[in-house]
């Protein structure tokens, strides 16, 4: 039994550091739901740029692309992203489902990296849209 569940500590162990290797953001790169809310209540987001990649466009003042594990919306992004400038800090989003199992925000931040966007940010979102955002009350696209 103790051998069992080693090996089942060794194979969760694996897997999670499989899972952050395919992450292509840091932690650092994680922007707190709480501190996004506030800049925009305190109208400080003029030098921010706020791209939900999922399949609607909830946070406040925040432009929506569409779900970017659909090779169209990818490519809506790039268009979108090719007149902003590099240091320009962005901040996507998607809250469809948890982190570990969206399809969007993986291709959408890879693609932020590749085009050399110096300050990009992933809205720290773990659970949902719903949880993480809405039922906090901060602002929306209402």
Same mark, same amino acid.
């Given at each position: 039994m103790k051998y069992l569940f080693i090996i089942a500590c060794l194979v969760c162990s694996i897997f999670s550091q499989a899972q952050q290797k395919q992450d292509p953001w840091k932690d650092?790169?994680?922007m707190d739901p709480a501190l996004l809310a506030s800049r925009i209540e305190n109208q400080k987001t003029?030098?921010?740029v706020i791209i939900s990649v999922g399949p609607e466009a909830i946070v406040k003042g925040s432009v929506d692309i569409g779900p970017?594990?659909?090779?169209?919306?990818?490519e809506k992004l790039r268009?979108? =992203?090719?007149?902003? *400038? +590099? &240091?320009?800090?962005?901040?996507?989003?998607?809250?469809c489902c948890p982190f570990?199992?969206?399809?969007?925000?993986?291709p959408a931040f890879a693609l932020l990296m590749e085009l050399g966007?110096?300050?990009?940010? =992933?809205?720290?979102? *773990? +659970? &949902?849209?719903?949880?993480?955002?809405?039922?906090?009350?901060?602002?929306?696209?209402?």
């Open positions: 650092s790169q994680l003029n030098d921010l970017t594990h659909e090779p169209e919306n990818l268009n979108y =992203l090719k007149d902003i *400038p +590099k &240091n320009r800090e962005i901040v996507i989003y998607c809250g570990v199992k969206c399809p969007n925000i993986r966007f110096k300050n990009a940010k =992933l809205l720290n979102l *773990p +659970k &949902n849209i719903k949880t993480d955002w809405l039922d906090k009350n901060y602002p929306t696209n209402d």
